[in-house]
């Protein structure tokens, strides 16, 4: 399946704002000015279109076709992304310990055995009763693997119901009154404001991905107009991410918009297009997924080394990014991708055996 070209350097540029926004608020304090993205969580609401987009692209074909199951979805989905979270888990109170003394010290919340079984099992954030406390940026992995998961499912079964699942999120999201900063709050259970905002978003990205491929040779005649959309999204976008705050009655269109724009870069050659492909945001963007995960321990780790000089911390916390990009390197190479191996190999034996 051929890639979506700029998608993966987007996605490696918003996992190394992420991860210096969280690393900096540690170092510095949070709201201090130092936190790159003063919105970190609506990146992960970009993450969830692309994830949209992209798994669509992937796997509509293989499902609508039967060529692949259900079942072999969601076994190859909890091998891609189940190891990495579990060797987080493990790392981060040992990282703890290293810098405080203590697995779990006070500032990390109280830490009950019911809450570990959400973070080991990753239903720390589907709204019931579970809440993140060891990794917490693995929230939205939670909701990707069954919310996410079901939705790209029931994508791939008829082109229409895409548009009903977004009509869905979207009326639910009113109708609960969802925090558009929301992950595990939930006013029903199995319906979080991170399960509402990954249910909208992932819609929302297979619904612009169906439309800019039916209106492909349109989007590529009218460049101009497509590049002034794309800009003007994209400027939105970042506006968004570094520090303007939203209501959900802005929300809802916007991410509807930027997921439009999102789709449409795979379709121009342009200057954005050309600056998401560089070979270091590509790169980025293949270990995007263990930066997200593993940067909160090494995070943790280096907060050995945190005190009162502003610029030592600035330092640490800039290195302790630095360091995540190297560890993912390996990471991808000896856990992530060996496991994705794993789960694709365990699908094809099991249906040889058939």
Known sequence: MKRLAGLDGLRGLLAIGVALSHSYSHFTGWHTGYDIFHNPDYAVDIFFILSGIVLYHSYNEKLSNRTMTSFDFIVTRFFRLYPLHLLAIVCIPLALYFSSGTFFPSWVGNITPFNVIGDLTLTNSLGIGFLPKTNIPSWSISVEMFA??????????????????????????????????????????????????????????????????????????????????????????????????????IYLPLTLIIAFAISMIPLLDFDLTRFLESKTLVYLGKISFSVYIMHTPIVYLLLK????????????????????????????????????????DLVKNTKHQQ
Request: hydrophobic share 50%; charged share 15%; glycine share 6%.
């Open 148 to 249: 996410g998961t079901l939705v790209l499912l029931l994508c791939c079964t008829k082109k229409s119901v895409p548009w009903v699942i977004l009509l869905v999120g979207c009326a639910m999201a009113y109708y609960i009154g969802i925090d558009v900063k929301g992950a595990a709050q939930a006013k029903f259970p199995f319906l979080s404001d991170g399960v509402i905002r990954c249910v909208y978003c992932m819609s929302a990205g297979v619904c612009a991905y169906q439309i800019s491929m039916k209106y492909k040779n349109h989007i590529q005649n009218h460049k101009t107009i497509a590049f002034g959309f794309v800009s003007l999204s994209f400027t939105s976008m970042m506006i968004v991410l570094f520090g303007l705050n939203i209501d959900l009655s």
């Open 305 to 344: 080394f945190k005190d009162d000089n502003l610029y030592n911390n600035v330092i640490f916390a800039t290195l302790a990014v630095s360091l995540t990009i190297i560890i993912s390197k390996y990471t991808l190479a000896l856990i992530e991708l060996p496991a994705y191996r794993f789960g694709k």
